[in-house]
């Protein structure tokens, strides 16, 4: 069973500042990480996926990845309130293992 | 990115019916699609890999007599909840990849049984 853990918040951050958020996971033999943002009531909506060690930036959006010590994470820069949402972290085998593990969510608010 | 679709959007039943979920990918073709359940405040939960032409692949504990997977063609999966119960009362979302690694999900189906 793969496992994937996430700070389980909630993160409170002002208007403006950066979010941090982590995950670790247990499989190390996994590919492949995303980010997925879900708003209450919603579905989750892909933000940022990563494959490779090192950093990978996107927008305000930026996902670390340290396959060495099994851990990925996202940086929210300039945070705004339209950022409150849970953020999940999924990883995924790869090379055709499309199931995805996913973690608890950390709930973000952005304080205006 | 890719489209994903989900029929009814919200579905009220009384117990003891059977409720279908159409799930499509609009523009592009899915081999695999996956369905998840969420209870409130919870992570999302993979029930089961739907699998085009061929039966589907359950998690531990998805009860299949229960949440029968139909995956009819390339761009259709449903999921007919069988006989339900207030238990089963969650938000259901499938999801599905394109030719490429990432997973892109459906607007979901929030069940709610009387």
């Known amino acids: 069973q793969k496992e994937v853990e996430q700070n389980s918040g909630p993160l409170s951050v002002p208007e403006g500042a950066i979010a941090s958020l982590n995950c670790t996971y247990s499989?190390?033999?996994?590919?492949?990480f995303f980010w997925y943002r879900q708003y209450s009531g919603k579905s989750p909506e892909l933000i940022m996926f990563?494959?490779?060690?090192g950093d990978k930036e996107d927008g305000r959006f930026t996902a670390q990845l340290n396959k060495a010590s099994q851990y990925v994470s996202l940086l929210i820069r300039d945070s705004q309130p339209s950022d409150s949402a849970t953020y999940l972290c999924?990883?995924?085998?790869?090379?055709?293992?499309?199931?995805?593990?996913f973690g608890a969510g950390t709930t973000v608010t952005v304080r205006a | 990115g890719a489209v994903v679709s989900q029929h009814p959007s919200r579905v009220i039943c009384k117990s003891g019916t059977s409720v279908k979920i159409e799930c499509r990918s609009l523009?592009?073709?899915?081999?695999?699609m996956f369905w998840y359940r969420q209870f409130p405040k919870q992570s999302l939960m993979l029930m089961a890999t739907s699998n085009e032409g061929s039966k589907a692949t359950y998690e531990q504990g998805v009860e299949k007599d229960k949440f029968l997977i139909n995956h009819a063609s390339l761009t259709l999966s449903t999921l007919t909840v069988t006989s339900a119960h207030p238990e089963d009362s969650s938000f259901y979302i499938c999801?599905?990849?394109?030719?490429?690694?990432?997973?892109?999900f459906g607007p979901g189906t929030r069940l709610t049984v009387l």
């Open positions: 499989d190390r033999g996994s590919q492949s």
């Open positions: 999801s599905a990849n394109p030719a490429y690694n990432e997973q892109f």
């Open positions: 523009d592009f073709q899915a081999t695999t």
């Open positions: 999924a990883v995924n085998a790869g090379a055709n293992d499309y199931k995805l593990s």
């Open positions: 990563i494959y490779s060690n």
